[in-house]
């Protein structure tokens, strides 16, 4: 059993150009991928505004979808479902990958149909939820509660930062010193360090070690 995730476009309808968006995200999910490969098959446009992909994990799927949010240039986003649950594929004549399907699929769905509602009534800065779906057993529900509680904090503090904060977390996530950081952006590393406190990323930074700790 894989974990299925579906990542909706935010606000398509309103972007300046959207075949450079499309440009913009497959090429950030290139580039995390080939950071970290996690995908057992990568994000990829599907219909619309859609783009689905299958990670071996759960927390593989949380640690790959944090490099994205924080990658992804200002002004283009996207909302994640994660769907726990049995996933496969039906054969057609029309599509050479066929067509997904499955309770993980499904949950995935409701899943980012959750996250709207938070985002637009509760929660502006939530843009992931997880589902487990009803044919799963306890430990799923369990786990999909913790990952929930994690999620809203964690979506909460990526919601708030700069664009160069993002970039700074992105580069700690992945082992990136802050000197090096520091001539990437053209400041010093002080500067370096303070901006990552200032945007809480010591906490995001962790959480992620502790989701690629194997």
Do not use: K
């Not at 499904?106 to 589902?131: C, F």
């Not at 590393?189 to 990552?196: F, G, T």
């Amino acid at each position: 059993m894989g974990i299925a995730v579906t990542a909706d476009i935010i606000g398509s309808r309103q972007l300046a150009d959207r075949a450079e968006a499309q440009r913009a995200f497959d090429e950030t999910i290139a580039r995390v991928e080939s950071a970290l490969p996690l995908a057992e098959v990568r994000l990829h446009p599907t219909v619309g505004d859609e783009q689905q992909g299958v990670y071996p994990t759960l927390p593989a799927a949380l640690a790959s979808i944090l490099l994205l949010r924080l990658a992804l240039p200002e002004g283009i986003e996207f909302r994640y479902g994660i769907g726990i649950g049995e996933i496969g594929v039906i054969a057609s004549e029309a599509s050479s990958a066929g067509i997904p399907e499955g309770p993980g699929w499904w949950a995935a769905r409701q899943a980012i149909e959750h996250v709207g509602r938070l985002e637009r009534r509760s929660a502006p800065h939530a843009r992931t939820w997880v589902v487990a779906h009803g044919a799963e057993g306890e430990r799923s529900r369990e786990d999909t509660r913790m990952a929930n509680a994690y999620l809203l904090a964690r979506d909460e503090i990526v919601g708030a930062m700069s664009a160069r904060a993002r970039r700074l977390t992105y580069g700690r996530c992945l082992g990136v010193r802050q000197g090096d950081l520091a001539d990437d952006e053209g400041i010093t590393q002080s500067a370096v360090s303070q901006a990552l406190a200032a945007a809480g990323a010591a906490s995001v930074v962790e959480g992620f070690r502790l989701l690629v700790d194997r």
